[in-house]
């Protein structure tokens, strides 16, 4: 049986390191993680404020910030098997946006859309890596 281990929001903005101030300050939270792109701008980090924790990245990479009445809000499913868990959502009726895969940062996973819209990045920890590692094979 397949078992989900966490789920939080991805919250893409423009201007990630401003809102990681913002969010830390206005929820009295910390940056637990914080990963950058060769670009320089915010691939991942995690805000975590009392028992809630959200990720935060700049936008890119098909992730638009919010524009008018747009919420992008990317749902981070983290579970014990990736293949199943996306296996029953592509029965369901939801498509694929990036396949699952290992993505070299210590995660196999990928990025599903649901019939009503909404992304659920799907990850399953394969190898537990540093920060600096991961930052490493992502920068």
Same mark, same amino acid.
């Given at each position: ?43 991942? *980090?995690? +805000?975590?404020?009392?028992? /809630?924790?959200?990720?935060?990245? #700049?936008? !890119?990479?098909?992730?638009?910030? =919010?524009? $008018? ?24 009726? *939801?498509? +694929?946006?990036?396949?699952? /895969?290992?993505?070299?940062?210590? #995660?196999? !996973?990928?990025?599903?859309?649901? =019939?009503? $819209? ?22």
């Amino acid at each position: 049986m397949t078992h989900i281990t966490a789920l939080y929001p991805r919250l893409v903005v423009e201007g990630a390191d401003a809102a990681l101030d913002f969010y830390t300050r206005a929820f009295g939270g910390t940056v637990t993680e914080r990963y950058t792109g060769p670009d320089g701008r915010v691939v991942h *980090a995690m +805000v975590e404020a009392g028992p /809630a924790r959200f990720a935060v990245k #700049d936008a !890119g990479d098909g992730d638009p910030a =919010p524009t $008018g009445d747009g919420v992008p809000v990317i749902m981070s499913l983290d579970v014990s098997d990736a293949d199943a868990v996306a296996e029953r959502m592509l029965g369901a009726g *939801a498509t +694929v946006i990036f396949p699952i /895969a290992d993505r070299g940062y210590g #995660d196999y !996973g990928g990025r599903l859309r649901d =019939p009503f $819209g909404h992304q659920w990045l799907i990850a399953q920890r394969i190898e537990n890596l540093t920060p600096e590692q991961v930052q490493e094979r992502v920068g």
